[in-house]
């Protein structure tokens, strides 16, 4: 329906006109294009100047349009290729500071080397690298991803051998984790010690059954033949108290280690008929030990056997060591064998032995006493062996002095203050911390000279302030150092080498060129935890012959 408005004369005028406008505009397009086209051959080929100038503006607009059409992938492709640059740095970075540590050494600067070589060898395959080249072909999407899922197994694989790694570099991490090692390993060694001188504890009370069966077998000849070996009712043998003979005071209730030192004294003596050995022992062990003594006749050295209740001074009224066995306090401190109780000090774990209590360990402070007639006698303990002549002690010049010992003292090591509390006012004030302390088991004493100097009367004194364990945790040798403080005489270290029961460095020359050799320690030769390479000097002097010796498989 036409328009009634507009005139129908008109009509054709105006599609005439918008023809012509239609056709003029593809006219200038055509026109253009083919200008354009011309001027970039002319300019490739002839011109410059103003016309090369309009054909970089053609350029330059032809790149912005392709530029707003960019394929999306291509932020994706930037953002995998900036992570896996990333990471091959890092991996440098840790390869370059594992190399200045010298961490493991060349084993962590390989694996972060061999990281970073990967980046960049999947970098370079031929398949990837076309994705980073300048041309504006589209990407493959495929590709990208299949790049993309490599790259991050790579990087799974860099953290993790950082994390794993990083202990190595993390300073106070290591000085944590070394800490808290040191603490667990000090937990346990603390334990161990404990537990340690406990079980030496108990091996060193223990009794080997061969050594328990011949005290038996020694006993049943005591049983079955009394009067064989009886001295009831017979008259002392003029030897025992003659002034004249060397003398020997040995208190033991190990029969086996008592025959030792009397057979080794007796073999290594020049004239062994001139040594009386005065044994004594408990009543418990008097039978075997008569018996042990009266099977062979010892290269006629003359032997008493007696048993320490056969000392009738030696009670609890006179005696403070018999007296303090009566406090329950102390008979639970030696006799309490729980763990959680006998490991509480465990440096003075060896003094809870009950044999440091025992009145045989003590009647060594009553020489004098048990030997009235007697003017000097040689104190041998039961786990020495003599190796030489000891007559030779009887000729030294004592100066006065009631004991003559070994010196043990070494730098720092064997002072009184090792064995005595000197924060107690009495200690302080009456002894030098840095004096030189001796050893037990091998001991002159100048009779005359204890009774002049009155030192079982000192011992007394002393033994009475430490009821409590103030003075000194426990033993023989604190007493003894304090009471013979200013009368003991030193002598030469070749008399007396110690150490056999505990220490295994010492040398073969030193031990062969001594007179008594002391096995003090816990692992004493007749146990089975005996060292081996000092044994044969002790079971050399066992009487392997002897019917009740072999009956009892001793030494097997």
């Not at 002839?46 to 707003?68: N, P």
């Not at 102390?330 to 774990?349: G, P, S, V, W």
């Not at 003590?362 to 003017?375: A, D, G, N, V």
Request: glycine residues 4%.
């Amino acid at each position: 329906m036409v328009n009634p408005r507009i005139p129908l004369s008109r009509i054709p005028t105006f599609k005439l006109f918008t023809s012509a406008i239609t056709l003029a505009l593809c006219t200038f397009f055509v026109l253009s294009f083919l200008f354009t086209t011309h001027s970039y051959s002319s300019h490739q080929h002839h011109f410059t100047g103003s016309e090369g100038g309009i054909s970089h503006g053609f350029e330059s607009i032809r790149r912005s349009i392709l530029a707003l059409k960019t394929d999306p992938l291509k932020p994706r492709l930037d953002q995998i290729r900036k992570q896996a640059d990333d990471h091959r740095s890092l991996a440098l970075v840790y390869a370059s500071y594992a190399r200045k540590l010298k961490l493991e050494s060349s084993k962590l600067v390989r694996i972060f080397a061999e990281l970073s070589v990967n980046f960049s060898d999947l970098m370079k395959k031929p398949q990837y690298r076309t994705l980073f080249s300048s041309d504006a072909s589209p990407v493959d999407e495929s590709v990208v991803r299949q790049l993309e899922k490599e790259v991050k197994e790579r990087i799974k694989t860099t953290r993790q051998v950082i994390g794993d790694a990083k202990e190595s570099f993390d300073n106070q991490l290591k000085i944590q984790k070394l800490k808290d090692t040191i603490f667990s390993v000090n937990e346990q060694l603390t334990k161990a010690k404990k537990q340690g001188a406990f079980s030496s504890l108990i091996a060193a009370k223990s009794i080997p059954k061969s050594l328990h069966c011949l005290s038996m077998r020694l006993m049943e000849e005591r049983i079955a033949h009394p009067e064989k070996y009886t001295t009831e009712g017979k008259p002392t043998p003029p030897e025992v108290e003659d002034p004249n003979l060397y003398h020997y005071a040995l208190f033991s209730d190990n029969v086996v280690a008592a025959s030792v030192v009397v057979n080794s004294a007796t073999k290594n003596a020049k004239e062994p008929w001139k040594h009386v050995f005065h044994v004594v022992t408990d009543k418990m062990n008097l039978g075997a030990m008569q018996v042990m003594f009266k099977l062979k006749d010892y290269n006629g050295a003359h032997i008493e056997v007696k048993a320490v209740e056969d000392y009738k001074f030696l009670n609890s009224s006179y005696v403070p060591v018999l007296k303090q066995l009566e406090s329950a306090n102390l008979q639970r401190f030696y006799f309490e064998n729980k763990l959680e109780n006998a490991t509480k000090d465990t440096n003075n774990m060896k003094f809870r032995n009950p044999k440091y209590l025992s009145i045989l360990n003590h009647l060594r402070f009553y020489l004098p006493e048990m030997y009235p007639k007697l003017h000097k006698i040689l104190f041998l303990d039961d786990d020495i062996v003599v190796q030489k002549d000891l007559t030779g002690l009887w000729k030294i010049d004592m100066d006065g002095k009631v004991n003559g010992a070994v010196e043990t003292c070494f730098g720092s090591f064997h002072r009184y203050a090792q064995y005595m509390n000197f924060s107690h006012p009495l200690i302080k004030a009456k002894f030098s911390p840095k004096a030189c302390a001796w050893a037990y088991g091998m001991n002159f004493f100048d009779l005359d000279a204890w009774r002049r100097e009155k030192c079982t009367e000192e011992y007394h004194y002393w033994q009475n302030l430490n009821e409590n364990r103030t003075l000194w945790k426990l033993g023989t040798l604190p007493p003894g150092l304090i009471t013979y403080y200013s009368t003991t005489k030193p002598l030469d270290k070749s008399w007396h080498v110690l150490g056999l029961g505990y220490n295994p460095s010492i040398s073969m020359d030193e031990i062969n060129n001594a007179a008594v050799v002391h096995f003090n320690g816990n692992m004493k030769p007749w146990l089975d935890i005996a060292m081996a390479q000092f044994k044969p000097l002790w079971t050399k002097y066992v009487d392997y012959e002897l019917d009740f010796v072999q009956a009892c498989n001793f030494g097997i």
